[in-house]
C-alpha cells in the first residue's frame, strides 16, 4: 500500500486511518487508453481506500492521472482492470444507466471550470440534482436554498453564474453537491482558476462542510499551497500511488 | 427519457431548453426571421394559390353543371340526345322535396350544328329557366348586345361572342339547328338571336348557345319525348355551402331515383378543371418543399451549433445524472421552442397578409384585364385569399413535423455525449 502525509495528519497511508469504515476501496486498478498512436497508461495497478468523512487531497503533477482516477472513483470512467467499490457496490459490473443512477445518488462533482448550467440561477442549480433525484418540490427548495445559505450566497439565490465571480460559482457548486446528499463528493482541481485568498476560503469552506456533514472530500490538486487543508494527502506519480 | 429514478425532470428541461434558445440571442432571431418569413410567404402563396383554385371551381361550377349533377347513365362519356330524362319533373319535385340547402336548375344540352347563310358549326346547345338558372348570373354579366332570354322563349337564343363572329349574326338574326336523332334522322328548329355575350371563356364564347328550356324541349319531343313530363337531359344542384358536396351526393344516391340515372360530383363532370388544380397544386407544394428545406436547414443549422457549443455543458449535465433520453428530449424541446416561436410569429406575419388579401384581394387586372381563362373556367382578375381550417392544420402540421425532425439529429448527437468526453473537452 502507498502512502504519503502531511503535517496535519502526521500519518502517510494508502488506507484510511484505522476505526473508519471504507467507502471507496480500488484494487489493482489499471487505466489505459489510446491517444493517436500512443497507449497510454494512466493508472497503473492503484491500490486506495477511502474511509467515510475523510477530507482527502489527491496530489500530483499534470499527466499523473489525478483525474482518470477520480473519474473512476466517480463512476465516470470504468478501469481496465482492476475493481472500484464505492460503498460496498462495484462499479465495474455497472451498465451505463446504472452508473448514471449511481452517480446522481452516490457522487457530488465540483469540477474545475464550467461547473454551472449557464441559464439556471444559483438556486436552480443547486436544486437541479435533487429534481433528477426525483424529490418533492418543497424539499428541493428547503434544501437548495439551506445549502446557498451554508456557502454564503443566499443572496446570489436567484443570479445566473455569468453574473457571479469564478469563486462564487465554485461555491455553488459545492452546495449543488452537498445538497444532493451523496455520500461522497470528488472535486476535480476546484481551486486551479481562484485567486490563492478564494482558493484558501473554498477549502475551508468544503473542510468546514466536511466537519460539519460528515461529508467524504476527495478532491485532486496540483497547488501546494492549499494541501495544508486537507486531513489525509494521497500523492499520484505516473500512475502509481507513490510509497510515502 | 426518465431520470435513473425513473422520473421526467419535465420542468426543469422546459426551463433550460426554453433558457437556452435565447443563449445567443441573435443567432435565434435571424433563425426565427428566416422561418417566420418563409412561412408567411408560405402561408400567402397558398392563400391566394386556394382562393384561385376556389375561384375557378366556383365560376366553373356556376357556369358548369353545379355541384353535383343527375343524368343518365352514360350521358358523360357519350352525350347522345336521345339520353334524356323522361320525367324531368318529377325529378326535380323528387329533389326539391329533398331539402337540398341550395338550388334545383333543369337543364337542356344538346349537341347541334347551328347554320346561317354565313356559315355552320357544331354548338352545345344549352336550355335553362332563364330567370332563375345560376348560368343566368353569370352570362348575362357578360352580354355585349342585345337582351337576356325570357322564359317560355320558344325561339330565343343568346350566343357567345365568337359564335356569333363565326355564324357571321347579330341580334335578331335567324339561325337554324340541326340535332341527329337516335334512328339517324335529322331534327331542326329554327332560332333566333337574343343577345351576344362575352365570357372571356374560348370554350363558352365559341361553341355555347343558350335558350329557355321550352326551345330546347323541342328537340326531346322530336326523339320521342312527352312535353308534359317536361323532359331534360339533366338536373344541375347548387350547394349552398360547397364543402357538403361529399354528404349530398351520398344523400341524393340514397334516394330511390328513377333507373339508369346517376349522380355526379363536379369533378367528374369536369375532370380537366381537376387536373389542372392538381397540376397547378403541384407547383405551390415545389416551392414549399423549397420553403421548408431552408427552413429545415436554417433549425438544423440553429440547433446543431448550440449543440456543438455546448458539449461540456451536455457532460455536466449527463456527470450530474440526466440520463442520455432526457438530454435528448431536451434538445428536441429546443427545437420544439424555436419552431412554436417561429409559427407563432409566422402565423403572425401569413395571417396579416391572408387577412389583408382575402378582404381586398390581389388585383391581377394588369395582367388579366378579363380574368384568366383556362380549362373550360375562368379565374376572375381579383383573387381573393383563402384558408382552410385543413390548409392551415396542414402548414402548420408541416412545419412542426419539419422542425422536429430537423432537430432529430441534433439531439442524437447530444443523446451520445458521454460525461467522460465531454468534460475533457
Do not use: C
Not at chain 1, 445518488?105 to 441559464?119: I, S, T
Not at chain 1, 492549499?226 to 505516473?238: G, K, P, T, Y
Not at chain 2, 341524393?252 to 333507373?259: C, D, E, Q
Not at chain 2, 440547433?303 to 451536455?314: P, S
Amino acid at each position: 500500500m502507498n502512502t504519503q502525509t502531511t503535517e496535519a495528519s502526521a500519518q502517510s497511508f494508502s488506507q484510511p486511518m484505522a476505526g473508519t469504515k471504507p467507502l471507496v476501496v480500488m484494487e489493482g486498478v489499471t487505466k489505459r487508453y489510446r491517444q493517436g498512436d500512443v497507449m497510454v497508461e494512466a493508472l497503473r495497478g492503484v491500490n486506495l481506500t477511502l474511509a467515510e468523512g475523510e477530507f482527502s487531497a489527491l496530489v500530483g503533477p499534470s499527466g499523473s492521472g489525478k483525474t482518470t482516477l477520480l473519474n473512476m472513483i466517480g463512476a465516470l470512467d470504468k478501469p481496465t482492470s482492476g475493481r472500484v467499490s464505492l460503498n460496498g457496490t462495484d462499479l465495474t459490473q455497472l451498465s451505463g444507466a446504472k452508473l448514471s443512477a449511481f452517480r446522481l445518488h452516490q457522487v457530488g462533482f465540483v469540477f474545475q471550470a464550467y461547473n454551472l448550467v449557464p441559464v439556471l440561477t444559483a438556486l436552480e442549480n443547486v436544486a437541479f440534482v435533487m429534481v433528477l433525484q426525483g424529490r418533492p418540490p418543497k424539499e428541493i427548495e428547503q434544501r437548495a436554498m439551506h445549502y446557498l445559505e451554508r456557502v454564503e450566497l443566499a443572496d446570489l439565490a436567484h443570479r445566473r453564474p455569468k453574473a457571479m465571480s469564478g469563486g462564487q460559482q465554485q461555491r455553488v457548486a459545492v452546495a449543488r453537491a452537498l445538497a444532493a446528499e451523496p455520500r461522497l463528493v470528488l472535486a476535480d482541481e476546484p481551486t486551479a482558476n481562484l485567486d490563492t485568498h478564494t482558493a484558501f476560503d473554498l477549502l475551508d469552506l468544503m473542510h468546514e462542510l466536511n466537519r460539519e456533514e460528515k461529508m467524504t472530500f476527495l478532491f485532486s490538486t496540483h497547488d501546494q499551497r492549499v494541501l495544508e487543508r486537507a486531513s489525509r494527502v494521497i500523492s499520484l506519480h505516473d500512475g502509481k500511488i507513490e510509497e510515502g | 427519457m426518465n431520470t435513473p429514478d425513473g422520473k421526467t425532470p419535465w420542468k426543469s428541461l422546459v426551463r433550460i431548453s426554453w433558457r437556452s434558445l435565447w443563449r445567443n440571442r441573435r443567432r435565434t432571431y435571424i433563425t426565427l426571421s428566416g422561418i417566420s418569413l418563409g412561412f408567411a410567404l408560405t402561408v400567402f402563396f397558398i392563400g391566394i394559390g386556394d382562393g384561385g383554385h376556389n375561384n375557378m371551381i366556383r365560376n366553373a361550377v356556376n357556369m358548369g353543371d353545379g355541384h353535383l349533377t343527375i343524368q343518365r347513365e352514360g350521358y358523360l362519356d357519350a352525350p347522345m340526345n336521345h339520353l334524356f330524362i323522361a320525367q324531368g319533373k318529377q325529378l326535380e319535385q323528387q329533389l326539391l322535396q329533398a331539402g337540398i340547402p341550395g338550388r334545383v336548375a333543369p337543364r337542356i344540352q344538346l349537341q347541334v350544328l347551328a347554320s346561317t347563310s354565313g356559315n355552320s358549326i357544331g354548338a352545345a346547345l344549352t336550355g335553362i329557366q332563364p330567370e332563375t338558372d345560376p348560368k343566368t348570373n353569370q352570362l348575362k354579366k357578360g352580354l355585349v348586345t342585345g337582351e337576356w332570354l325570357t322564359t317560355g322563349d320558344p325561339q330565343g337564343v343568346v350566343v357567345g361572342a365568337r359564335m356569333a363572329e363565326k355564324l357571321k349574326v347579330k341580334t335578331g338574326s335567324k339561325i337554324v339547328l340541326m340535332a341527329g336523332s337516335e334512328g339517324g334522322g335529322t331534327n331542326t328548329h329554327l332560332v333566333r338571336v337574343r343577345g351576344v355575350f362575352r365570357t372571356g371563356i374560348e370554350e363558352y364564347d365559341s361553341f355555347v348557345m343558350i335558350s329557355s328550356l321550352d326551345m330546347a324541349q323541342a328537340f326531346l319531343v322530336d326523339e320521342g319525348a312527352n312535353p308534359a313530363g317536361r323532359p331534360v337531359t339533366r338536373v344541375a344542384v347548387f350547394l349552398d355551402d360547397e364543402s357538403a358536396m361529399g354528404l349530398w351526393k351520398a344523400r341524393l344516391k340514397a334516394l330511390s331515383l328513377p333507373a339508369g340515372l346517376v349522380v355526379l360530383d363536379w369533378q367528374e363532370m369536369m375532370p380537366q378543371l381537376v387536373s389542372f388544380v392538381a397540376f397547378d397544386n403541384i407547383g405551390n407544394y415545389i416551392s414549399l418543399v423549397f420553403i421548408f428545406t431552408m427552413v429545415a436547414f436554417g433549425i438544423l443549422n440553429t440547433i446543431m451549433m448550440g449543440v456543438l457549443e455546448r458539449t461540456r455543458e451536455f457532460g455536466l449535465l449527463r456527470a450530474l445524472g440526466m440520463s442520455p433520453w432526457a438530454l435528448f428530449t431536451l434538445v428536441v424541446m429546443e427545437t420544439f421552442w424555436l419552431s412554436l416561436t417561429a409559427l407563432a410569429i409566422g402565423w403572425v406575419l401569413g395571417g396579416g397578409l391572408h387577412a389583408y388579401f382575402a378582404l381586398w384581394g390581389l388585383d391581377m387586372s394588369a395582367m388579366y384585364p378579363g380574368g384568366m381563362a383556362t380549362s373550360g373556367t375562368v379565374m376572375d382578375s381579383v383573387i381573393y385569399s383563402e384558408l382552410s381550417g385543413a390548409r392551415v392544420g396542414m402548414l402548420t402540421g408541416l412545419i412542426l413535423g419539419i422542425t422536429l425532425l430537423s432537430g432529430l439529429y441534433p439531439a442524437y448527437r447530444a443523446l451520445r455525449v458521454t460525461p467522460l468526453q465531454a468534460l475533457q473537452t
